[in-house]
């Protein structure tokens, strides 16, 4: 009898833990949502397309495709987190493990994050997305009548005929890739054997585009800091470079007026002096000694285009003016050393991870068994060593973001605050969802962290590899290296550079008017 007893109070606990972790799945999930959903808000350009439409159906198509990239940015969002709040779990596990608050917490539920990211990502990249973009094309189809299920026909035709070409081509890669399992017969596996290296194959894309994005960030994210902390001004004397970028300032505003009012396109006679341009302001803010000679109208665009610089460095020396002189001298030294500091650690990180593999201490990602959480730390630091592996896995998710829109080639997707087009708005949803998904996978590879890759993640195969693991580590150590030290090494070789072409010219010899052959007589007549 107590057998019988003991039976349903197991079966009723299971029940519990499994509700209990669906509701905190469902919370965390509805944060993430609100939160793309106001940052979608934010870029999202509101046009005639969209919300000031007179045709209900376009409304309503636009306002479903607006769900769909929300979930999917919320599904980015998640494959972000996934690893500091897996590591902050294992951490807070092993340090209270009796804790009754946090019996909530264990492996089952950092599992089924890892799993329900997976198939949400999945599902968002090659569903969600193509169907959110179909659908706002879409018209229905020539004859039928118009309206809301026309277009959904319509998207989902055109959806089955797009991932049969898809599943296409992946059969085709596979069989030049893999051709052992390339047969008739694993044609109809694709729960089993196509999705997998379909997503396994964009997983590599995105690890490939982090490559390049993250050593670029390393670089970028320095001005990026820059233009929002006060620079140190060492023996320079800002309020004289204020009120002489003022009197500039007071002077193009006087000339502009003159010329709107009197109507010339130039300044007849031209001054004898221009002074717009004084000792103490920059190059890039310096007039043209030919701006007050311009004419068929251009004195006066020229004029507004300096003044609007001139305004521009009087704001910001007055900003620097009324700073105090610590969090001048002093933040903006020390924000530029920690982020100098987590690059060379990150570096250093990828370098031991290297040395390691080639030795043979540490195993590929695709081999490493399941992690079991709350056994161990995953730092030999104990939890400096998690918080370190955090803040670097944060410091490579900024670096890899402004990385990748700071790139030349990123400038036409790059999204703009309310006046980004939807159809760029679902691709940054997908460039994203792919770069998110690759995030863990980049973690692992470089060892930045040593908490294993949970579910799918760590079944990709290509993780088996170990000449692309190894080469993947070398490339992203060599990259980082060289656009570090060109940045900080940049200004320096321009220097000597000019210092040696001057010193050449002074040593060429000059050429002399009576070495000069002259013409003859004959040949002049």
């Not at 940052?39 to 007179?54: A, Q």
């Not at 946090?102 to 329900?116: A, F």
């Not at 991932?163 to 890669?173: E, K, P, Q, R, S």
Request: a neutral charge; proline letters at 4%; glycine letters at 6%.
């Amino acid at each position: 009898m107590e057998d019988y007893e003991d039976e349903p109070d197991l079966n009723e606990q299971i029940f519990h833990n499994n509700v209990r972790e669906q509701i905190i799945f469902l919370l965390l999930f509805l944060l993430l949502y609100l939160f793309s959903f106001a940052l979608l808000g934010r870029f999202k350009r509101r046009g005639r397309e969209d919300y000031y439409s007179t045709d209900e159906d376009e409304v309503t198509v636009y306002r479903i495709s607006t769900w769909l990239c929300t979930f999917s940015l919320a599904v980015s969002v998640g494959a972000i987190l996934l690893l500091p709040i897996s590591i902050v779990s294992n951490e807070v596990l092993v340090n209270y493990p009796n804790s009754y608050y946090i019996k909530w917490l264990n492996s089952s539920l950092i599992q089924g994050l890892w799993n329900y990211v997976f198939i949400f990502s999945n599902l968002s990249l090659f569903i969600l997305l193509p169907f959110a973009y179909l659908f706002t094309e879409s018209e229905g189809f020539f004859g039928h009548r118009k309206g809301l299920m026309a277009r959904v026909y319509e998207t989902f035709i055109v959806l089955a005929l797009l991932g049969m070409v898809v599943l296409g081509m992946t059969y085709v890669i596979s069989a030049l890739i893999d051709k052992d399992n390339s047969s008739i017969q694993t044609i109809l596996n694709l729960t089993s054997y196509y999705l997998p290296f379909l997503y396994s194959c964009i997983s590599f894309l995105g690890v490939l585009i982090l490559l390049v994005c993250t050593p670029l960030g390393f670089v970028r994210l320095f001005d990026v800091v820059g233009q929002f902390l006060i620079k140190p001004q060492f023996l320079r004397d800002i309020n004289e470079e204020y009120f002489a970028c003022a009197m500039e300032e007071e002077s193009l505003r006087r000339r502009l007026k003159h010329a709107q009012n009197t109507g010339k396109s130039y300044v007849s006679p031209a001054p004898m002096s221009i002074g717009l341009s004084g000792p103490f302001i920059e190059e890039e803010y310096k007039l043209p000694e030919n701006l007050l000679r311009l004419r068929n109208g251009e004195l006066q665009s020229g004029l507004g285009a300096r003044l609007i610089a001139v305004e521009e460095r009087r704001k910001t020396l007055d900003k620097q003016r009324q700073t105090s002189s610590l969090r001048r001298n002093v933040v903006y030294p020390v924000a530029m050393l920690l982020l100098l500091g987590l690059t060379v650690i990150a570096v250093l990180l990828v370098v031991q991870n290297t040395l390691s593999l080639l030795i043979g201490i540490k195993a590929l990602p695709s081999s490493s068994k399941q992690f079991t959480l709350g056994v161990s730390s995953l730092s030999k630091l104990g939890p400096f060593g998690a918080a370190l592996e955090i803040v670097l896995i944060v410091y490579l998710i900024l670096t890899s973001s402004i990385g990748l829109y700071t790139a030349p080639c990123m400038r036409r997707v790059r999204p703009k605050p309310k006046s980004t087009p939807f159809c760029l708005v679902i691709g940054n949803c997908a460039l994203l969802l792919i770069i998110s998904s690759a995030l863990p996978l980049l973690s692992k590879i470089l060892g930045i962290t040593n908490f294993d890759l949970l579910g799918d993640f760590g079944s990709i195969e290509w993780l088996g590899n170990f000449k692309i693991v190894l080469l993947y580590n070398l490339s992203f150590a060599a990259a980082s290296t060289l656009c570090v030290v060109n940045k900080f090494t940049a200004k320096v070789r321009r220097e000597l550079y000019a210092r040696i072409l001057v010193l050449l010219e002074l040593n060429d010899p000059p050429i002399s008017i009576s070495s000069t052959p002259r013409p003859s007589l004959a040949k002049c007549e």
